[in-house]
């Protein structure tokens, strides 16, 4: 059964950058869909930005991440990638990758996987 690892997150001072990485074991991941998901304190998980399994790679992002987040995947590495720029205090959350046998766009608005299928999150902190 796969396992996922977040890392990345930390503090940033607003219109910095961090990459958050979703690492892969226990098998690949490549024939499914990966997302990240975040959640702030009093708040619903929202998903942000996914990306299809490696043979379409369709990517589908959040109105707002659009423009300032983007998604990768790196097969051989097994892992998924969140490169994020220009942050806001508003994308502080605790950030969350989960993968799941759909597309992208369903594994961001419509699927919600099992808990197994996530990982145990990274804290992102955008403030000056």
């Known amino acids: 059964q796969l396992q996922l690892v977040e890392s990345g997150g930390g503090l940033v001072q607003p219109g910095g950058s961090l990459r958050l990485s979703c690492a892969a074991s226990g098998g690949t991941f490549q024939h499914y869909a990966v997302g990240w998901f975040r959640q702030a304190p009093g708040e619903d998980r929202e998903g942000i930005s996914c990306?299809?399994?490696?043979?379409?790679?369709?990517?589908y992002y959040a109105d707002s991440v659009k423009g300032r987040f983007s998604i990768s995947r790196d097969n051989a590495k097994n892992t998924v990638y969140l490169q994020m720029n220009s942050l806001k205090s508003g994308d502080t959350a605790v950030y969350y990758c989960?993968?799941?046998?759909?597309?992208?766009?369903?594994?961001?608005?419509?699927?919600?996987?099992?808990?197994?299928?996530w990982g145990q999150g990274t804290q992102v902190t955008v403030s000056a």
């Open positions: 990306i299809s399994s490696s043979s379409a790679s369709t990517t």
């Open positions: 989960a993968y799941a046998p759909t597309s992208s766009q369903n594994l961001c608005q419509l699927y919600y996987p099992p808990a197994h299928s």
